[in-house]
């Protein structure tokens, strides 16, 4: 009987310790940020490559987009490959990436910055253009489009999943520049 007891009682504390191995770490994250790489705001969805370490490489994919009367629109694809380092709750968060963008501005394209009235013809005649440039901090040459992006930032994420938080610079960059101070905010929940 002593046998079978301890047996039992050896079972019970092996499933343990390995249950207590395998518990679920929330490697997994749905957030939405206001700013960082998508740009005005973004949806996304984070996982750890590695889902039994938190302090890991992951990679972030996010949409974003608008539409408003006039014709205007926009969109945003934000990839961005990061990792975190740290214990939990409180990591520091480091990434880099790329948005993929396109956007319609339908605002007149090309106007008249100077001219003269022409006595003969009875005319206007424009002899020099200007036009609406679409830009989002720096100068974007046509639609669509690739921004490059960086993340430095800390990230709670608790220990068990559940409401998570995020703030970060995020330096933005494409051929026409590059601007240090783009910032992010994030909320979401992890599990």
């Known amino acids: ?11 019970f504390l092996v499933h343990s310790l390995t249950a207590q191995d ?3 770490l929330p490697t997994q994250s749905i957030f939405v940020e206001i ?3 998508g740009l005005p705001y973004s949806f996304n969805y984070d996982f750890r490559f590695n889902k039994e370490k938190m302090d890991s490489w992951g990679l972030r994919l996010g949409a974003s987009g608008y539409a408003v009367s006039g014709g205007e629109s926009f969109f945003s694809i934000p990839i961005m490959a990061n990792r975190l380092y740290g ?17 319609n501005d339908s605002s007149e394209d090309y106007y008249c910055i100077d001219g003269y009235f022409d006595q003969n013809t009875g005319q206007y005649v424009c002899s020099n253009y200007g036009g609406n440039d679409y830009s989002f901090i720096l100068d974007v040459d046509g639609s669509p489009s690739v921004m490059g992006t960086m993340n430095f930032g800390y990230r709670r994420i608790p ?8 703030i ?3 330096p933005i960059f494409n051929n026409n520049g590059f ?9 979401g929940y992890a599990f």
């Open 22 to 24: 395998i518990e679920k």
């Open 1 to 11: 009987m002593k046998k079978i007891i301890f047996f039992a009682f050896s079972l």
């Open 159 to 166: 220990v068990d999943g559940g409401f998570m938080w995020k």
């Open 35 to 37: 700013g960082g790489p």
């Open 168 to 170: 970060s610079l995020n």
């Open 179 to 187: 601007w240090p101070l783009y910032a992010g905010v994030g909320l």
């Open 87 to 103: 214990k939990g709750p409180h990591y520091f968060e480091m990434g880099f990436g790329f948005t993929f963008f396109g956007f």
